[in-house]
């Protein structure tokens, strides 16, 4: 029995084309609507299987090509992420069999597979786990710096695992031990999820981050890019939660936030508090806007504001984040900038043994924010001053 599958987010595919081939069926994958028609002329497939939302031509130009244009019959369901009544709707009206909204389980669409054109008549030992297909393609960068003793790979394999959708991409910051080693055994056997950078010398936290964030930028099946810290201190599923939260707002940039509350497991050190509120305050006064907690390492990003946020270098290593918002107030103007930027409460935030942040080097934040205040204030009359010429001429 044969299936194709067609997608435009190989993320997607990867996991279903595994899980089918599992049980026994012919599987072809093709990520975009004119290959897929192709495809179908010469595979002759038994069940097609189609996103709705894809680039140049729509999912439901394909089941009018197959239902109109070949005049066949072959087995049609939709996977989308679009639940719009109308959509939904006029696909049963072209005639498809089935429509599944994103997210939804492989064992679901398995069942629903098996319902349509029957099992394939193999002993196939297929996989127990519950892998989610999700409506979103994420890539998430996570710097990495002498993590060799700290880095929870197991973590991240269950993770990904079991959530389709992500892409991790470990960013190795020059490390002196074997972090690089680490990490090319996690990638082995996930090439396809997991990404290793590696950069020779030690840029520090900022530019490692910038330059994965550039590097994720251009792939074209992700829809949202983060970042998040090495160890797992705002977890995978935390995480998620940003990602949730921005695919279903206005919002541009969702930044976690380590506020205590009920029902939230958010714990620091002592020193860290007060640290922590210090700092905060000045940054309040630097941005103009009412922000608690700038500084947590798990933030994600819509994919046309990454060019604004990272394509210069930073001023500072430790307090890039102080940055990205001021140069989204000077892109989008502070009025604009307050309503594309989110700050989420995190469930969870643990501090980790083996932190690199001292208090010798909470003193160079203090200072490296009132050089931010001072180069992003000349920036600012620099643009003022040329706006006054340019007017003038």
Not at 207 to 222: F, H, N
Request: charged share 30%; glycine share 6%; aromatic share 8%.
């Amino acid at each position: 029995m044969k299936v194709l599958a067609i997608d435009d987010q190989q993320l997607v595919l990867l996991p279903l084309e595994k899980r089918l081939k599992e049980l026994g069926y012919n599987v072809r994958t093709e990520t975009n609507g004119q290959n897929g028609m192709d495809k179908y002329d010469s595979f002759k497939p038994d069940l097609v299987i189609i996103d709705i939302n894809m680039p140049g031509i729509k999912g439901l130009d394909v089941v009018k090509y197959i239902r109109i244009t070949k005049n066949s019959k072959t087995p049609i369901m939709v996977l989308s992420g679009n639940t719009e009544d109308k959509t939904i709707t006029e696909g049963f009206e072209l005639g498809i069999d089935d429509y599944m909204k994103k997210p939804l389980s492989l064992n679901e669409i398995s069942a629903r597979v098996k319902r349509l054109i029957g099992a394939p008549e193999v002993k196939a030992k297929v996989s127990k786990n519950e892998v989610m297909i999700q409506k979103r393609c994420v890539g998430v960068v996570i710097p990495c710096y002498n993590e060799e003793d700290r880095l929870l790979s197991d973590e991240f394999i269950s993770y990904i695992d079991k959530n389709s959708g992500y892409h991790l991409c470990f960013v190795n910051d020059g490390s002196k031990d074997n972090t690089l080693q680490v990490l090319k055994e996690l990638k082995k056997g996930r090439e396809d999820f997991i990404t290793v950078y590696d950069c020779k010398k030690n840029g520090g936290k900022a530019e490692a981050v910038r330059l994965g964030m550039l590097y994720m930028a251009k792939k074209p099946d992700l829809d949202y890019i983060g970042f998040l810290d090495a160890d797992l201190s705002t977890d995978l599923t935390d995480f998620d939660d940003l990602v949730k939260t921005i695919e279903n707002s206005d919002f541009k940039i969702v930044s976690g936030s380590r506020i205590s509350r009920m029902g939230a497991n958010i714990t620091k050190e002592s020193a860290r508090k007060v640290i922590s509120l210090t700092i905060n305050f000045i940054i309040r006064k630097i941005l103009k806007m009412d922000f608690k907690d700038t500084q947590c390492g798990a933030k994600i990003f819509s994919k046309d504001v990454i060019g604004i946020a990272f394509n210069e270098k930073f001023v500072t290593q430790w307090i890039f984040d102080v940055e990205i918002f001021k140069r989204m107030t000077h892109h989008f103007g502070l009025k604009k900038a307050k309503t594309i930027l989110c700050e989420q409460p995190l469930k969870r935030w643990i501090h980790a043994d083996g932190s690199k942040l001292s208090m010798k080097d909470s003193i160079k934040i203090v200072m490296q924010l009132g050089e931010i205040a001072w180069v992003y204030r000349n920036r600012k009359k620099s643009n003022t001053i040329l706006s006054k010429e340019l007017n003038v001429a």
